[in-house]
């Protein structure tokens, strides 16, 4: 099926000022250099899944080996218009899914159904594989699980929902970033590293601090 | 292999005052009936995936059909108390998982390593399968995931982590019903519906609503 041939992937992002929930942790630089990282973490298992990574960017950007798409717009109207210059399937994944593996990647698009949907938490969409993009729009922001849901239902087309953990892990908060720390690997838990960023225990909780010499 | 025969899950579960936390949306008798309800729901998927499930519950407590046990220490000494008198492989799955699916509990007992781990958000452990229950002891609250990777090491098992968002999915706080009235079915949404407790949308984000005739 699509296995044989390169799946066609295309991650949003906004290099500038990203990620701004974790201000109480990081500064703007320390913010856009994360974000980088956690892309680096998507392309490279993208790359390994065999897929074809673009970078979809709202400002000129550069990314070794990889395509990169400019649009300025938000995220749906940018995404909806590269959807419809699409002929082939397109899995349309975020840049911020640092614990993404291989092989939920390849659970998604080696589904049977018309649309995979991988949700995130609090009715999110992670990841979304459409095998006629022509025929399919997206609506994130809000409860974009049930939207996305529904707009395949209103196409006729049908869908499937991939089960992963480390897929619908979406990292926006402080809280998040404990999940980098103690499943993650690779570019983002580096850089949170040398951030000095790290695992702390308070009355059984696990949380996240960061050591005052950085 | 083991899914030819029935596997053995252990369920722990607290008929009183359980899940506090909810206490802001649900008083004492609500959170005594839906801690029932999600219980319920991991039953019914324990029966589907072909296990044989047993209730560890802290004080008397009767489940049609379903075998109880009944230990009143704290977690970790009534569940090891219980896996020394294992001989077959077991599951020990937590009761607050209601979104759990037939899938993942047939994908971590089809499991090929020693241990397999099933991670809950923020470092917790939601299920284990244990192959040879005498060798092997649990460790929760805290960072569990780690300890439970460094118990199987200690101890010379291998272990494998399952990636299920469904089964990552424990039910704690007010925030995490909207999973249940997103992605959740069986008894768990009825009892949410019945509460009143509802999906809202403030500012974009997906949050809970408990409507005041109730």
Known sequence: MTESHQVHAVIPFRPVNPKTRLSAVMDQKEREAFARAMLGDVVSVLLEAGCLPCILSTVPFEYPGVRTHIDERELNEALNAYLSLQETPVLVIMSDLPLTTPDAVKRIVSGTADVGIVPGRGGGTNALYIRTPQAYHVDYYGASFCDHVRIAEDAGLSYEVIDSFFMSTDIDEKEDLVEILIHGGGRSLSFLRETG??????????????????
Request: charged share 30%; aromatic share 0%.
């Open 197 to 214: 960023l790290a695992l702390s225990l308070e009355r059984g909780r696990v949380g996240i601090q960061r050591s005052s010499h950085e």
